[in-house]
């Protein structure tokens, strides 16, 4: 075997058989070497940042690593926002960097770069492997460190002639690491903070939004009336009828500072303690409210569902029955097609099993309310704030879970950011209906403008966050990357157009037209 068959076959191995691509010259070899290895999917992407997007979504639903395959530095720069996104949301992705082979290196060719010091800044793991022999040794220590607890960005950087090297072999998978249950101190101390009478908190993120915890700590709400809080932007949350509802936190700190509003104590299962997502003139970061206690029940690199489960024996509310959503649907909408109408009949259709990826921004502010009794379903968020991720992140979902139904929820400026991602949907025949809330704004900023306090703007200013100049036609769009799409005029002209798309097998695109909210 030379260098990259092991490689392959050590990451097949170790469970990774998913490969979000972007090559050039330096990876030839691994390119070639995936015929060798059929358990591996092998998925190209034409723009880096939906590789690395992809590769995130396809980890959050499958539970975990995809692989990348990206072309040196530059390569991997046109990666970083979604690696970003992936390295906050606490997501194991196998990143492979190519680079130039080692005795090349000296010569300063046009693309060499220091692509360790870029790898840093959004994987928790980086290697560069030095040898053939080491390969597949590198990568199986990769694949183990991206597992976690917590799930986290390996980064293995992989020379051309370590590649092409013969003489390899491929290593047998490491045992992953089981996470610790919290602390006993950790649960006598929540359940103290609990029983004080005080008003209190879970805020939940992580494995502890999936349905185990989701059930768990609902109970111990009901037993003890605490409140139940979501991150805002959680990586996958299991939601729906049937199951345990929870208020994620507002994106903006003044609505946040009001949910948050009284509590004594904040107790975190695999959550951050929240924070303003920006900085505001006279405004502080912290939104818990003064004098409230904020503990950790669970860490991240800890057992969220044990640390809840111990809390629920420590409370004795193993016999609480947790309340749940009960099944509703809005009113299908008519007449003009607005935001509000597009989130109704999203709830309206939403179909049973489906895995929704938000990146609507604004114009989804009314989709949480919309959706909350649809039937069971999973929704993806933009975890780290670098816009570009919803699409990407649609195909990696779509191959992890071929067998349900994706729904891009998208907003306008931020699909641009990696368009690119609907030629790989037309590709691949992924089952995903993205909707694009087309308001020919960059409506979230126009916002923002306002609220950090810089003053009335004028023309220039506000020309930066307006997108009608040009119009943009994501049906032409569409079209020219292979996926068919529509523009409907009205809400029930979109009614028809999503009832179609979620009937029919393969990708579609629905542009819907419609006036900023802010």
Same mark, same amino acid.
């Given at each position: 075997?030379?260098?990259?068959?092991?490689?392959?076959?050590?990451?097949?191995?170790?469970?990774?058989?998913?490969?979000?691509?972007?090559?050039?010259?330096?990876?030839?070899?691994?390119?070639?070497?995936?015929?060798?290895?059929?358990?591996?999917?092998?998925?190209?992407?034409?723009?880096?940042?939906?590789?690395?997007?992809?590769?995130?979504?396809?980890?959050?639903?499958?539970?975990?690593?995809?692989?990348?395959?990206?072309?040196?530095?530059?390569?991997?720069?046109?990666?970083? +926002?979604?690696?970003?996104?992936?390295?906050?949301?606490?997501?194991?992705?196998?990143?492979?960097?190519?680079?130039?082979?080692?005795?090349?290196?000296?010569?300063?060719?046009?693309?060499?770069?220091?692509?360790?010091?870029?790898?840093?800044?959004?994987?928790?793991?980086?290697?560069?492997?030095?040898?053939?022999?080491?390969?597949?040794?590198?990568?199986?220590?990769?694949?183990?460190?991206?597992?976690? !607890?917590?799930?986290?960005?390996?980064?293995?950087?992989?020379?051309?002639?370590?590649?092409?090297?013969?003489?390899?072999?491929?290593?047998?998978?490491?045992? !992953?690491?089981?996470?610790?249950?919290?602390?006993?101190?950790?649960?006598?101390?929540?359940?103290?903070?609990?029983?004080?009478?005080?008003?209190?908190? *879970?805020? *939940?993120?992580?494995?502890?939004?999936?349905?185990?915890?989701?059930?768990?700590?609902?109970?111990?709400?009901?037993?003890?009336?605490?409140?139940?809080?979501?991150?805002?932007?959680?990586?996958?949350?299991?939601?729906?009828?049937?199951?345990?509802?929870?208020?994620?936190?507002?994106?903006?700190?003044?609505?946040?500072?009001?949910?948050?509003?009284?509590?004594?104590?904040?107790?975190?299962?695999?959550?951050?303690?929240?924070?303003?997502?920006?900085?505001?003139?006279?405004?502080?970061?912290?939104?818990?409210?003064?004098?409230?206690?904020?503990?950790?029940?669970?860490?991240?690199?800890?057992?969220?569902?044990?640390?809840?489960?111990?809390?629920?024996?420590?409370?004795?509310?193993?016999?609480?029955?947790?309340?749940?959503?009960? +099944?509703?649907? !809005?009113?299908?909408?008519?007449?003009?097609?607005?935001?509000?109408?597009?989130?109704?009949?999203?709830?309206?259709?939403?179909?049973?099993?489906?895995?929704?990826?938000?990146?609507?921004?604004?114009?989804?502010?009314?989709?949480?309310?919309?959706?909350?009794?649809?039937?069971?379903?999973?929704?993806?968020?933009?975890?780290?704030?670098?816009?570009?991720?919803?699409?990407?992140l649609a195909v990696g979902a779509a191959v992890a879970c071929p067998d349900r139904p994706v729904l891009a929820l998208q907003a306008d400026g931020s699909a641009l950011y990696t368009i690119q991602a609907l030629w790989t949907m037309a590709r691949e025949n992924l089952d995903v209906t993205v909707i694009v809330f087309n308001n020919r704004s960059y409506a979230i900023l126009n916002m923002e403008l306002d609220r950090v306090g810089a003053g009335e703007p004028?023309?220039?200013?506000?020309?930066?966050?307006?997108?009608?100049?040009?119009?943009?036609?994501?049906?032409?769009?569409?079209?020219?990357?292979?996926?068919?799409?529509?523009?409907?005029?009205?809400?029930?002209?979109?009614?028809?157009?999503?009832?179609?798309?979620?009937?029919?097998?393969?990708?579609?695109?629905?542009?819907?037209?419609?006036?900023?909210?802010?």
């Amino acid at each position: 075997m030379n260098g990259a068959q092991a490689l392959i076959r050590t990451l097949a191995d170790a469970g990774v058989t998913a490969c979000f691509t972007n090559p050039g010259t330096s990876e030839m070899h691994f390119v070639a070497a995936l015929d060798d290895v059929p358990e591996m999917r092998a998925v190209l992407a034409l723009f880096e940042g939906v590789a690395t997007g992809a590769a995130d979504g396809y980890a959050r639903m499958a539970g975990r690593p995809a692989a990348t395959l990206l072309h040196l530095g530059p390569g991997l720069g046109n990666g970083l +926002a979604n690696l970003h996104n992936a390295r906050k949301g606490k997501v194991p992705v196998v990143n492979i960097v190519g680079d130039h082979a080692t005795h090349h290196v000296r010569y300063d060719a046009q693309l060499q770069s220091d692509i360790e010091t870029a790898a840093r800044n959004v994987s928790s793991w980086v290697r560069t492997s030095r040898s053939t022999g080491d390969l597949a040794r590198d990568a199986a220590a990769a694949v183990a460190a991206a597992q976690g !607890p917590p799930g986290q960005v390996a980064t293995l950087i992989l020379p051309a002639d370590v590649s092409w090297g013969q003489g390899a072999e491929p290593v047998p998978p490491r045992a !992953p690491a089981a996470a610790p249950a919290p602390s006993g101190a950790a649960v006598r101390a929540a359940a103290e903070a609990l029983r004080s009478g005080e008003p209190a908190a *879970l805020l *939940l993120g992580g494995r502890a939004l999936r349905e185990p915890a989701l059930v768990a700590a609902a109970r111990v709400a009901a037993a003890t009336g605490a409140t139940l809080l979501a991150e805002t932007f959680p990586a996958r949350l299991e939601r729906g009828a049937g199951l345990p509802a929870v208020e994620r936190i507002a994106y903006l700190a003044e609505f946040a500072s009001t949910q948050l509003d009284g509590l004594r104590h904040l107790i975190l299962v695999d959550a951050k303690e929240p924070v303003s997502f920006f900085a505001y003139p006279g405004r502080p970061s912290r939104l818990a409210p003064e004098g409230c206690a904020v503990s950790v029940l669970a860490a991240p690199d800890q057992d969220a569902l044990a640390g809840v489960e111990a809390l629920v024996d420590a409370l004795g509310a193993g016999e609480t029955a947790p309340p749940v959503q009960p +099944a509703a649907r !809005p009113e299908r909408p008519s007449g003009p097609l607005t935001a509000a109408a597009v989130c109704q009949a999203v709830g309206a259709l939403l179909p049973e099993g489906a895995i929704v990826s938000d990146e609507a921004q604004t114009s989804g502010i009314y989709l949480t309310g919309a959706t909350a009794g649809a039937p069971r379903h999973d929704w993806l968020c933009l975890t780290g704030g670098a816009i570009g991720q919803g699409l990407p992140l649609a195909v990696g979902a779509a191959v992890a879970c071929p067998d349900r139904p994706v729904l891009a929820l998208q907003a306008d400026g931020s699909a641009l950011y990696t368009i690119q991602a609907l030629w790989t949907m037309a590709r691949e025949n992924l089952d995903v209906t993205v909707i694009v809330f087309n308001n020919r704004s960059y409506a979230i900023l126009n916002m923002e403008l306002d609220r950090v306090g810089a003053g009335e703007p004028g023309p220039k200013a506000r020309s930066q966050l307006d997108l009608d100049g040009p119009g943009l036609d994501f049906v032409a769009l569409a079209t020219g990357f292979g996926v068919p799409a529509s523009r409907p005029e009205t809400a029930e002209d979109l009614l028809d157009a999503l009832a179609r798309a979620l009937a029919e097998p393969g990708p579609h695109l629905i542009e819907a037209v419609i006036p900023p909210i802010f």
